[in-house]
C-alpha cells in the first residue's frame, strides 16, 4: 500500500503563488501516476490535475489551465499554483496510482491539505 502525505497549504492572498508537495510511501514516485483533486467549501470534490507515471505527460482541469502546474520527481508530487484566486479555496488532495494514466478512481489517496485565498 502507498500512503500519501501533502504539505504547502495555507493562507494566502489573490494573484499569490503556492507549491503543494505529496510525499508517498512504500513506492517511488517514479513508479506512480499521480495527480490533485480538490473540495471547496460547498463544493463537490472536482479533478484538478494529474501526470503520467513513465512520460510525465499532464492534464489539468480548465480553471487552473495556464495557472497550476504539476510535476514529479522519485519522491514527490507537486503542483505549482501561481495567480490563485479565491475560487481556488479548497482543501487539496493529493492522488496516485500504479497505471499508466491516473484513473477516474486513483488507488491512494492522501489526507488533505487546506488552501485559503483571501480576497
Known amino acids: 500500500q502507498v500512503h500519501l502525505v501533502e504539505s504547502g497549504g495555507g493562507l494566502v492572498q489573490a494573484e499569490d503563488s503556492l507549491r503543494l508537495s505529496c510525499a508517498a510511501s512504500?513506492?517511488?514516485?517514479?513508479?506512480?501516476?499521480g495527480g490533485w483533486f480538490r473540495q471547496g467549501p460547498g463544493k463537490e470534490r472536482e479533478f484538478v490535475a494529474s501526470?503520467?507515471?513513465?512520460?510525465?505527460l499532464t492534464l489539468y482541469s480548465n480553471s487552473v489551465k495556464g495557472r497550476f502546474t504539476i510535476s514529479k520527481d522519485n519522491a514527490k508530487v507537486y503542483l505549482q499554483m501561481n495567480f490563485v484566486k479565491p475560487e481556488d479555496t479548497a482543501v487539496y488532495y493529493c492522488?496516485?496510482?500504479?497505471?499508466?494514466?491516473?484513473?477516474?478512481?486513483?488507488?491512494?489517496w492522501g489526507q488533505g491539505t487546506q488552501v485559503t485565498v483571501s480576497s
Open positions: 492522488v496516485a496510482d500504479t497505471l499508466q494514466v491516473l484513473n477516474i478512481k486513483p488507488n491512494y
Open positions: 512504500g513506492r517511488t514516485f517514479s513508479t506512480l501516476s
Open positions: 501526470i503520467t507515471r513513465d512520460s510525465g
